[in-house]
């Protein structure tokens, strides 16, 4: 008896994926539509894009910043392929890559009510596999709030962040206060 569906390679994921403008993600070979992000999750996104874009150029202008970027931290063979909000690296682009990102040094996920569940519950553990990885930053959307997952030589430290506290992210030289990324949401911004 056939299955029901077919589980699919990061590959098999890359070359059927449709082209409807709607993002995908693999978990576990299964591919899952995701839901727009809304727009607290927009601003937050661009909010952290131009303040980690000027920490790069001051502190890291050999390396490069990705918005939505492909994550398949077993390669093509592998059956997950994430979506991260951020990732940043230093390592140069490699063209069989396939538009993911091999050796990312921090990840971000703003989490979504609908996909909070999933970045923490299977994309994290994931991620805190990737050798290369030394942060990891969730930002809540519902209340200024952040978590930072750092790698340490005893393993991985959580470090929490909310209201007006710095946020600081060693990867990049970042040091500003969280509220700064609400900028522009209604009850939560500056």
Known sequence: MEPAYKLLTVAEFLDS?????????????????????????????????????????????????????GMAPAGLHGRDHFEADIVFTCAPADPEARGMIAEPLL????????????????????????????????????????????????GWTTTAVSGDEQLRLETVGLDIALAALYRGIPGLGL
Do not use: W
């Open 107 to 154: 990840i971000i996920e703003i989490l979504s009510p609908s996909t909070e569940r999933d970045d923490l519950f299977v994309k994290l553990p994931v991620y805190q596999g990737v050798p290369s990885l030394r942060e990891i930053l969730s930002v809540e959307t519902q209340r200024v709030g952040a978590t930072i997952y750092r790698r340490s030589e005893a």
């Open 17 to 69: 994926c449709p082209n409807d403008q709607r993002h995908y993600q693999l978990f576990d070979g299964v591919m899952v539509a995701m839901a727009p992000p809304g727009q607290s999750h927009q601003i937050i996104q661009m909010n952290l894009a131009y303040e980690l874009g000027v920490a790069l150029r001051a502190n890291h202008p050999e390396c490069t910043l990705h918005g939505d970027a």
